[in-house]
């Protein structure tokens, strides 16, 4: 509110992305950019040069980042999360964390994060379509989806590290490697956060998978937190409060609850819950893979979570990019940058305008922005539902 100007500022990249994430829709344009070295120019302007202002130039931490450097401080220390700090993430990540702080107290979890993000991209150009950017390129959906590498830069969020860990099942259920995409919905169960289950949960679940996939999560993410419930840990506490800010967050909640206080209470899940089931009952029927299943998990979630955050889409950026990529034509295309406009802004909208700030005008453009969100998550669901 102080400073309104700034605030435009450093959301305009948002839509200067999108436009670029459309180009390769623009026949005048999309033979010239088709090369892989577009794709990595971007890369390098979207995170690098956008990080040395953010982080160099301005000097800016989120508060989620002053939170990361004390867990990883504290996990150096040999202090254990849950029991001597809280915590909302999974039980490894302080440990993750606090070795890219021993590496480089000042830029270490900035190179960490960056480099889950290249390994994401370049994990996706091994899918059909390639690195350059086209329609067709997962790797280039992912890579100029603007929540991606917006969140990343501007508010320093580590769902990068898990989007790395989707990314890498993705490719092995594609080479049919089963065993391989266990193991890695495994570790970003176990150092990432636990809302990673919305991403692993789909791709087991899909026809890909193999009792090898299945197992190899299920044994290790089971001994782990089978392990910490013994040991008297109390894992759950920190996500128990955080389950019960009902309406926060671009869900279809958000505007009944500001404007008219209202709450599903101890049913607040029931919703999400039923559309998830009636969905994936369909789909799996229809023999659909782990990523038609992911992106209807998503939509369900996004559209009836009790809460969300807009930065949670990124750790499901790499299926969705898939899903995206494969359909081949403009709709979903058209629909990933619009959705991606509407994450990365809706952060803005709902952090004062929506609740009069800014006056009328300011309600009036907070609350487009949520509505846009919602609608963009109900075409999402009937996209999955017709076509899988």
């Known amino acids: 509110r102080e400073q309104p100007w700034l605030a435009f500022l450093s959301w305009l990249p948002v839509p200067l992305g999108v436009l670029a994430l459309w180009l390769p829709a623009w026949p005048p344009l999309a033979r010239r950019i088709a090369k892989p070295w577009a794709s990595l120019l971007f890369f390098a302007l979207t ?57 480089s107290p000042e830029w270490g979890l900035l190179a960490l994060f960056l480099l889950a993000d290249l390994g994401t991209f370049l994990l996706l150009a091994r899918l059909p379509g390639g690195r350059a950017p086209s329609r067709d390129s997962a790797a280039w959906a992912y890579l100029a989806f603007p929540p991606v590498w917006y969140f990343e830069i501007r508010y320093g969020q580590e769902e990068a590290v898990a989007a ?143 809460k969300l955050l807009p930065m949670y889409v990124v750790m499901v950026a790499p299926g969705l990019a898939v899903w995206v990529a494969r359909e081949g034509g403009r709709g979903r295309f058209l629909w990933w940058g619009l959705y991606g406009f509407a994450l990365a802004t809706v952060w803005y909208a709902d952090s004062g305008p929506v609740q009069g700030l800014f006056g009328p005008v300011g309600v009036a453009l907070g609350a487009g922005v949520i509505v846009l969100t919602v609608a963009l998550d109900l075409w999402l669901l009937r996209e999955v539902w017709r076509k899988g």
């Open 164 to 306: 790395l860990f989707v990314a890498l099942a993705l490719v092995a259920l594609a080479r049919g490697r089963g065993l391989l995409a266990g193991l890695a919905l495994a570790a970003g169960q176990l150092v990432t956060k636990l809302l990673f289950g919305l991403a692993a949960l789909p791709l087991l679940l899909g026809s890909r998978a193999t009792m090898a996939t299945r197992l190899a999560y299920l044994i290790p993410v089971g001994l782990v937190y089978a392990a910490m419930t013994v040991a008297g840990l109390p894992w759950m506490r920190e996500l128990s409060g955080q389950a019960g800010e009902f309406g926060s967050g671009p869900t279809l909640w958000r505007l009944p609850q500001l404007w008219l206080g209202f709450e599903l209470g101890r049913f607040a899940m029931v919703p999400f819950v039923v559309a998830l089931a009636i969905g994936w009952w369909r789909l799996i029927r229809r023999t659909a893979d782990g990523v038609s299943l992911l992106a209807w998990c998503w939509g369900c979630f996004a559209l009836l979570a009790p």
């Open 47 to 103: 995170r690098v040069v956008f990080a040395w202002v953010v982080f160099g130039v301005l000097g800016h931490r989120s508060w989620d980042w002053s939170g990361f450097l004390l867990q990883s401080q504290a996990a150096l220390e040999g202090r254990l999360p849950y029991r001597d700090f809280p915590s909302l993430f999974a039980p490894g990540l302080p440990y993750l964390f606090g070795a890219a702080l021993a590496l």
